[in-house]
């Protein structure tokens, strides 16, 4: 399944996991971790999508925002989490997971 297919399909999906997708955090952990790390709901939104591998250009267009909005949250991620890039942002999540067991 090339990229496009899989952007159209996690639309129709409302942007939650399809086949051969996982989320790396329960919805509680999701929102323990926004607390932590005080984020806004259009972050962790972005950081959600963001986890799932979802290029910025998708995460636009699935959240009906333009582009540099898009990257604008992910500096606020960024800056927020203490990291210096989308791989680095993915660890500190995994990070997390391990620190906070699910509720």
């Keep these: ?33 926004a607390e932590t790390f005080r984020l806004s709901e259009r972050e962790l939104e972005v950081l959600i999508l963001t986890s799932r591998n979802m290029p910025r250009k998708a995460i636009a267009g699935e959240l009906h925002i333009a582009f540099d909005t898009v990257n604008t949250f992910c500096d606020r991620l960024h800056k927020k989490t203490r990291v210096t890039d989308r791989l680095a942002l993915v660890r500190r999540l995994v990070e997390f997971v391990r620190s906070v067991p699910p509720t």
């Excluded at 999906?13 to 929102?31: A, C, M, R, S, Y």
């Design 1 to 33: 399944m090339s990229k496009s297919t899989k952007s159209r399909d996690r639309s129709a999906n409302n942007g939650k996991p399809i086949d051969g997708e996982f989320d790396l955090l329960t919805p509680e952990q999701w929102v323990q971790f």
